[in-house]
């Protein structure tokens, strides 16, 4: 019996060891169905939203080849681009080994969505070959923070300090907290070189400073463009220290009052004790030595 359970583990490796050595098998039909619904901006939009919340987890950043799991594709790569349509949409519809079939969670039209969006990407890299110059290390960043809208304001310049006019360069704000920096948002440009983030329910401390740090989120484009500043916002959720309360885990002087009590009592009781322990001793004593007189 024992060997059994052996050979069908053994058995259950090799599965595994072959299966995850599958290759795609798209049927001829499913490579020729095409996109029943029209790829319009708001379509590939909500695509981008789909694979932000679905896909992105594993295989990173569309074209940027940052895939979280080693096997799954980088689908914005010109290579992987060249798969039809309707290959994409089986291969998101069915699924394979690490890759779940998404036939159940997501839609019919979700998924010729992310198609779109897959699809869409093969034609911003065309644009963005023919003609953007190469932008590493030519920008900066600066930011403001506007009281009255409650919001930071990131523009996007070039060296010489005017505005970068193309959009889309994607601005990452994030706030310092206990162990590294927390990210709050990322904001792609508008024409204006500005990203403007509206800040919600943030933690500041006791006098509403926060310290911000705004970066540009592709290094690989435009190289290591970061700015750190300590901004007073105010007005927001104040961060306690946890030392500052009354709790388990506070210094001496801020322990529970249950437990200065029960300390009291507990220490106070044995010295009560003590003495009464000595008290009687005393007592025998002295009644020994009235019996022996
Ligand atoms: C749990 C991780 C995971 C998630 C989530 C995931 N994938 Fe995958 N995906 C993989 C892996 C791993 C492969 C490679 C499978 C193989 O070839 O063995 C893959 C392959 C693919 C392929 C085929 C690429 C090729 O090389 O032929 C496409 C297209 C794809 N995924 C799209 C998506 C889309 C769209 C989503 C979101 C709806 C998604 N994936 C979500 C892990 C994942």
């Not at 060249?82 to 690490?98: F, L, N």
């Not at 900066?140 to 506007?146: G, H, M, T």
């Not at 927001?236 to 210094?251: V, Y």
Request: charged residues 25%; glycine residues 8%; hydrophobic residues 35%.
């Amino acid at each position: 019996m024992k060997y059994n359970k052996i050979t069908l583990l053994l058995f259950g490796f090799l599965f595994i060891a072959y299966t995850s050595q599958a290759q795609w098998k798209i049927p001829e039909k499913a490579k020729k169905s095409k996109n029943p619904h029209e790829s319009s901006d708001t379509h590939i939009s909500s695509g981008k939203k789909i694979y932000a919340s679905n896909c992105k987890s594993c295989h990173g950043d569309p074209g940027k080849a940052n895939a979280l799991l080693p096997t799954a594709t980088d689908v914005g790569s010109a290579d992987y681009l060249k798969m039809k349509d309707g290959s994409i949409y089986y291969q998101i519809t069915e699924g394979m080994g690490a890759m779940p079939s998404f036939k159940k969670s997501l839609s019919d039209e979700e998924r010729w969505s992310l198609v779109s969006y897959i699809r869409s990407l093969a034609n911003k890299e065309a644009v963005e070959e023919g003609g953007d110059e190469n932008m590493l290390d030519k920008l900066s960043l600066k930011f403001e923070f506007d009281k009255a809208s409650n919001s930071v304001k990131a523009s996007v310049t070039d060296k010489s300090g005017s505005p970068y006019s193309k959009a889309g360069v994607p601005v990452a704000f994030l706030v310092k907290r206990y162990f590294g920096q927390m990210k709050i948002g990322e904001i792609e440009t508008n024409e204006s070189g500005l990203a403007t983030l509206k800040l919600v329910d943030i933690k500041t401390d006791e006098k509403g400073n926060i310290e911000l740090s705004i970066k540009i989120n592709d290094r690989d484009k435009y190289g290591d463009v970061k700015l750190t500043q300590e901004i007073t916002i105010g007005e927001h959720r104040h961060f306690k220290n946890i030392l500052e309360e009354r709790a388990l885990w506070g210094s001496r002087a801020n322990i529970p009052w249950w437990m200065l009590f029960l300390y009291v009592g507990i220490t106070g009781g044995v010295w009560v004790a003590i003495v009464y322990v000595i008290l009687q001793i005393k007592k025998v004593k002295k009644l020994g030595t009235q019996i022996n007189t």
